[in-house]
């Protein structure tokens, strides 16, 4: 009798290898695509870049088609694509820079989570009820050290944008970081943000539930963690909405990445009353990371493959990571003190400021002037362009000494003390005491004339004195009053 498998037994693979065939079919929908889609969203500038790969694949498809060996005229079309991307990328206005950063293509927090970590989890919730999509968090590993990742998350198309409120966060997003940025101070986890928004969400549902107080809770409790912050901007970092995750010992962002306290076309529409003007505001605004690295808001630019990274997303995670460990390694074995201390000196170096006036608002021609100014020294040694402004500096400086010698003596007048009144000074209560003693006084006339009349046989003035007792009374408390 001829034995069976057990049902649970894989069955042999059939010899032509047709079992299973469907199953393949299937998951090659799935492999990376060979070809950009028609309707995948490509740059003004980039036009002449997509046009000559798409000649080289016909040129590619031709030759197998025919048998024709022309791989020496593809390498140099290869060649020339390749400088002419480079050249492309390497003259970008700033207004090109944040298409760039803008770009659908281009990878999103949870790529680069899930492709520069070895394990992801996402966390959920702000303990209040609530959680937000345009604000993920999860604990991360990385060469066998745990880490707090935090970052803004977009969407790939209008529903993903719509559930991910572009990348918006609400105050329930930020109390959720909060959180867990909490949590990682506890227990002693580096904290890893990935800046990509271009501002808190600013609806009227936000601002009822705290927005501003949510921005301005992270940012005052992230200058006390004691574990280090590391903060890369992946594409857009607009205004207080990037901040609020972004108070980081380093601060690190991509190669077409950009940082913005206001978008261009906000600050163009407060400026110039057009957002036509949006270029001219992205180059005063300083916001590609040249500039910012030269202002000393950015610590360092971390490099993407030729033609960014929405066209090699592969290819610039490497280079995340490998930022990302590196700075972290320079505070291992620092302590708490030197960790918050060094946070808070690198807010306190950014930024620089100039004092003095510029006449009609030409500043350029000030400041060359100034530079070419054979300066001067006041009398308490300040350095001065001229011996105008030196002279100037000592008159104004003479008047606010003046000003404080005058106030010597008057503090009183300048800050009169805010003290409540006594009873008798108050409305109605003087008015009554004036009429109480006249009457107090007309008793005591009265009493008298008793007194002198007495021997006359006028009556018994016991009433007299019931009465002064019961005004006398009276007068007592009043007394109490007033004390009270």
């Avoid at 300048?414 to 008793?443: C, M, Q, R, S, Y």
Wanted: one cysteine or more; aromatic letters at 8%.
């Amino acid at each position: 009798m001829a034995t069976q498998d057990p049902p649970d037994l894989p069955k042999a693979r059939d010899a032509s290898g047709k079992q299973g065939d469907w199953f393949q079919m299937l998951l090659a929908r799935f492999n990376p695509i060979s070809e950009k889609a028609s309707n995948t969203a490509v740059l003004d500038f980039e036009k002449p870049l997509v046009e000559l790969d798409h000649k080289i694949r016909e040129v590619r498809k031709v030759a197998e088609q025919n048998g024709v060996d022309v791989s020496s005229q593809i390498k140099e079309l290869e060649a020339r694509a390749r400088q002419l991307r480079k050249e492309t990328y390497a003259k970008l206005t700033p207004i090109q820079r944040l298409q760039v950063a803008r770009h659908p293509n281009r990878p999103t927090f949870l790529d680069i989570a899930l492709n520069i970590t070895d394990k992801f989890v996402e966390l959920h919730g702000d303990r209040m009820g609530l959680d937000d999509p345009a604000l993920v968090c999860g604990i991360a590993s990385m060469d066998e050290t745990s880490f707090m990742f935090i970052g803004h998350q977009k969407g790939r198309n209008t529903k993903e944008n719509i559930y991910r409120n572009f990348g918006m966060p609400q105050p329930n997003g930020y109390r959720k970081a909060l959180r867990f940025m909490r949590m990682a101070d506890k227990f002693g986890f580096p904290i890893i943000t990935f800046v990509d928004t271009p501002g808190a969400y600013a609806g009227l549902k936000a601002e009822e539930l705290g927005q501003g107080e949510a921005i301005a809770m992270n940012l005052r409790e992230m200058f006390n963690f004691r574990v280090p912050i590391i903060s890369i901007v992946i594409g857009e970092g607009g205004s207080g909405g990037a901040l609020a995750i972004g108070c980081a010992n380093r601060m690190l962002i991509m190669e077409n990445a950009v940082y913005y306290v206001a978008s261009p076309e906000a600050c163009a529409a407060i400026l110039w009353k057009s957002r036509d003007k949006a270029g001219v505001a992205t180059e005063a605004l300083k916001i590609t990371p040249r500039d910012l690295v030269g202002l000393g808001v950015m610590d360092e630019i971390v490099p993407e493959p030729l033609g960014a990274a929405h066209t090699d997303p592969m290819g610039a995670f490497p280079a995340v990571r490998e930022a990302v460990l590196r700075h972290y390694r320079d505070y291992v074995g620092r302590s708490a003190t030197e960790i918050m201390a060094d946070r808070y000196m690198k807010f306190r170096h950014i930024g620089v400021y100039e004092e003095f006036l510029v006449a009609g608002g030409d500043v350029e021609a000030a400041r060359a002037q100034r530079e070419e100014a054979p300066g001067a020294y006041t009398k308490a040694g300040t350095w001065a362009p001229t011996e105008a402004d030196a002279r100037y500096i000592e008159k104004c400086a003479d008047a606010d000494e003046k000003w404080e010698q005058s106030l010597i003596g008057k503090e009183q007048w300048l800050n009169p003390p805010k003290v409540d009144h006594p009873g008798w000074l108050k409305p109605g209560w003087t008015e009554f005491v004036l009429a109480l003693e006249e009457a107090l006084e007309e008793e005591e006339e009265e009493a008298e004339e008793g007194e002198a009349g007495e021997g006359a046989g006028f009556e018994d003035d016991s009433d007299e004195e019931g009465h002064d007792a019961t005004l006398s009374n009276g007068a007592h408390n009043l007394a109490e009053a007033d004390a009270a």
